[in-house]
């Protein structure tokens, strides 16, 4: 077959593939998920087979382990969260007086100390301090506007929420079947494929399988770990919302730097409100985010991810958000897998054109030069 017709088919068949996604989207989240723990639980199930059990049985001992955890969070620490939830908006609007009340302060402070001198020597006129407030007022104003505008948003879509809990009741029996017959799934697909590119399509599904592998069971495991520093940390310390704020800031650990950021930022706007005028309060939980920072900078992402898994944060963040906006929370299910698998393609389809008769086609008499030679030092 032609290249140009390869081309034509692999694209139609992708779009084929993006329409019934688009189509089914509220009835395949269930399979979706259901599919992401079969692949995360699989190698258990291998390591519980080779210890004497059968598939059967390492698989109910699996699910039967999840939802005993599910269990433990949903009395544990649901209650915890859902308290320290309604607790947060109630208070928000009594934080954001406040804050405002400080911001202005300091600014009028260093207003009048600092910047009105230099602004009235370059003829400048330095806004006064009710200005600053009524400014400040307006973008807390607009913050909290936004805040409840995000809450009536979640408000009307809750049969959206209440479809997607009644979907758990699905997910678990469909991975139960998935994870039981798992080997065989991938033995029938992989029959699928003609003997003659057998070679290639093995090697990239190794490479896609240790990329996604690596990404999904390691930076779980980061999450879960942040999730229980931030929490406990700042909880420890004495910040209001502190569990909320971590467990927040863990789950959205699984986008690089995203939860370290969203913890620094709004650990250290609560401790400044609740600790002014002291700082401890403020350094105490500055600490606490900067110390998990740096353990799962230095010690748990390279033991757990590695840094060879070959998924770019930006280009993580661009299909989590490009799928999550697309096909909703299926979406998002399924975005790091193919986020990975489009990587790794895109990687050998680069080498391959590297390697092809139109990028080595040279006119007669030119020579190659390679991007590593060209700063070559030369032999003496």
Known sequence: MRIEWQIVFWAAALAFIGLLLWLFNGVIMPFAAAFVIAYLMDPLAD?????????????????????????????????????????????????????????SGVAGKLNAQYAEPV??????????????????????????????GVLNSLVAHGA?????????????????????????????????IPPRYRGIVHQLAHQIDRTMSGFLRGQSLVCLFLGLWYGLGLSLVGLNFGLLIGITAGFLSFIPYVGSMTALVA???????????????????????????????????????GDNVGLH????????????????????????????????????????????????????GQTLILPETVNAPKEH
Do not use: C
Request: proline content about 5%; aromatic content about 10%.
């Open 313 to 364: 944060p930006v280009w993580l963040m661009f299909a989590l958000l490009a799928f999550g906006s697309l096909f909703g929370f299926t979406g998002l299910i399924i975005a790091v897998p193919v986020a990975a698998a489009t990587g790794v393609i895109m990687r050998f389809a680069v080498q391959k054109y590297r390697e092809s008769h139109l990028f080595m086609n040279l006119p007669q």
């Open 267 to 305: 650990a250290a706007i609560i401790a400044i409100v609740q600790g002014w005028p002291h700082w401890t309060l403020f350094a105490e939980a500055i600490g606490v985010v900067v110390v998990g920072q740096f353990l799962e900078g230095n010690v748990i992402s390279p033991k757990l991810v």
């Open 47 to 103: 390591y519980l087979q080779r210890r004497g059990m059968s598939r059967l049985a390492a698989t109910l001992f699996i699910l039967f382990g999840i939802v005993f955890v599910l269990a433990l969070i949903l009395v544990l620490v649901v209650p915890v969260l859902a308290h320290q939830s309604v607790a947060f908006i109630q208070a928000l609007p009594g934080l954001l007086n406040k804050l405002q009340s400080l911001v």
């Open 119 to 148: 602004l009235r020597k370059l003829g400048y006129h330095s806004p006064s301090v009710p200005e600053m407030r009524a400014s400040v007022g307006d973008i807390a104003g607009q913050a909290a506007g936004w805040f409840v």
């Open 160 to 192: 959206a929420l209440i479809s997607l809990m009644s979907l758990v009741v699905v997910t678990p029996v469909v991975a139960f079947y998935m994870l039981v017959d798992y080997h065989r799934m991938i033995a029938a697909v992989d029959g699928l």
